[in-house]
């Protein structure tokens, strides 16, 4: 990593953060079904969706809040059937991860909005699994899975869908939570990611998105998760923010999705820079890009035009991101190597 980033003009910033080497770590597949696909599935699996046209749809992603949003990304994902479908939904986001220099996607899904409508947990396992491979051998994308609970449903269910899984444990290495915060408490599934956790599943969790500081100790004491998603709550406790600084936990951190479910008023707002600069392991993701207005570059690009960030900024990031994924340490190093190489060509 160099000791100093080497300055960069302010015209030429936009152009390196789309061609940096990066790592994307929140990313709900379910949430890249764009409306044109939403459609042509819906088509193909004879499943009535209750809007007109791809623009009714659009029109649709009006969000007041994460529940506002979550009722229309159920209704989806009720689109998806076959393996096939789970395929194609994953192969379209790695292509669109790929044009935006993702070197590596850590990719959410949720078997649970699946199981509940008669999908079997292999058919969804298994689409989402052979498009990270392809992603692999064919766009040099290193892509891999992890399975989240839905915090709004029982304890019982996420054991259930535990269960589910194993028999595909080695194409799941861990596991997340994440749906509806207020009032669904980190501590209602402490059993579950016990048992993930003595299974040897690496966790992480949704935590201080809408939910207070108090979300984010519990995730990280109760839990013990490994990473937490959003965390932009966390400002309002200096000791937790201490704690996440110190034990370099990363932030998955979600900028468009953070202003379209009115988290930050303005994307000028959001705190982003501050969490870097207290020196949290701060990273850029997209969350749902399909209903968010924008993948990866996109979200990099619009929050360094609102929040006046630099090049070290934008460094730091993507070094988080590797620093923050699951990926083996000769991996990391690797693509550590590759983003001094691009940054030493725009400087
Ligand atoms: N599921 C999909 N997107 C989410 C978000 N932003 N917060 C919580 N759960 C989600
Ligand atoms: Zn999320």
Known sequence: MPHAVPPVAADRLPA??????????????EGSLEPELIFSLAQ????????ASVEDLRQAYAFTNLQSFLDIYYAGASVLLKEQDFHDMAWAYLLRAKADNVLRTELFFDPQTHTARGVAMETVVKGLHRACRDARTQLGVDAELI???????????AFETLEQALPNRDKIIRVGLHTSEQGHTPEKFARVFARCRQLGLHLVAHAGEEGP??????????????????????????????RLAQDRIPLTVCPLSNLK????PRLADHNLRQLLDAGLVATVNSDDPAYFGGYLNENFLQTFAATGM??????????????????????????????????????
């Open 16 to 29: 390196l953060l789309a061609a940096m080497p990066k790592a994307e770590l929140h990313i709900h597949i």
């Open 44 to 51: 193909r699996n004879g499943v009535a969706i209750p809007y």
């Open 147 to 157: 399975l989240c609970f839905l915090r709004h449903l029982s304890e019982a269910e």
């Open 213 to 242: 500081p108090a979300y984010v100790w519990a995730a990280l004491d109760v839990l013990k998760v490994e990473r937490i998603d959003h965390g932009v709550q966390s400002v309002k406790d200096p000791a937790l923010m201490k």
């Open 261 to 264: 479910l009115c988290v930050f």
């Open 310 to 347: 630099d090049a070290g900024h934008a460094y730091r990031l993507a070094a988080n991101s590797f620093e923050g994924s699951f990926a083996e340490a000769t991996a990391k190093k690797r693509y550590l190597e590759q983003l001094d190489a691009v940054f030493a060509a725009h400087s």
